[in-house]
């Protein structure tokens, strides 16, 4: 049986003959170091050498669980549209998106995050593997939350209930990934997100 070669460990029950024992806190630990490769180095310069260097972990680590640096990065972007947004519950449409407004804001003007998607997006225009990851990964997990937040709005009457999801959907997200990825503004005002909020809720209703 194979075990992790640069970090063994107690085996508690045995794997088929031949196959390799994964440890979760391995993979976890080259997951974030990819974040953290991609924040020093941006994708083009990344290496599974720094990867695993930043992980504390041998090559073969790496190349066990993925087998280039292309789907060691697709996998991890596209587990960011599995984990989402959470979806606020303050009871009136404004509320919700202010709430959903504060936590985006944050998530994206996160030194990190800051340095990855600017670079990914770059990359995918060369790569159309990465244009869906990114798409997946910066699309689905906010629709996840902003769908329930225009159905909870529905559900109070006060959007309409047949109103275009795509178009609202554009209308929710667009403006904060305008002023933090494409035009990548320094700071906000801090009256920005709650006028953004009342002017999108409005423009939701009117639809």
Do not use: N
């Not at 003959?17 to 180095?41: K, P």
């Not at 990914?120 to 997946?136: G, T």
């Amino acid at each position: 049986m194979t075990t992790e070669a640069d970090e063994p460990q107690p085996r508690p029950r045995r794997a088929p003959a031949g196959a390799a024992v994964l440890r979760e806190d391995v993979t976890e630990a080259i997951r974030a170091a990819v974040f953290g490769e991609l924040a020093a180095v941006g994708y083009a310069r990344m290496s599974i050498e720094g990867i695993a260097r930043r992980a504390g972990v041998g090559k073969t680590a790496v190349y066990r669980r993925w087998r280039s640096k292309l789907h060691l990065v697709l996998d991890v972007v596209s587990a960011l549209a599995v984990r989402g947004l959470p979806a606020p519950d303050t009871g009136s449409l404004e509320g919700d998106l202010r709430l959903l407004y504060e936590v985006m804001s944050r998530a994206l003007r996160h030194p990190v995050a800051s340095q990855i998607v600017p670079d990914l997006q770059a990359e995918a225009a060369r790569s159309p593997e990465i244009a869906e990851a990114l798409r997946k990964a910066l699309r689905e997990g906010q629709d996840g939350a902003a769908g329930q937040i225009l159905a909870a709005a529905a559900g109070r009457g006060e959007v309409r209930a047949d109103l275009d999801a795509e178009l609202a959907l554009d209308l929710i997200s667009g403006p904060l990934y305008w002023r933090a990825i494409v035009i990548r503004a320094p700071r906000l005002p801090a009256s920005h997100l709650p006028d953004l909020a009342r002017a999108t809720a409005a423009a939701l209703k009117a639809l």
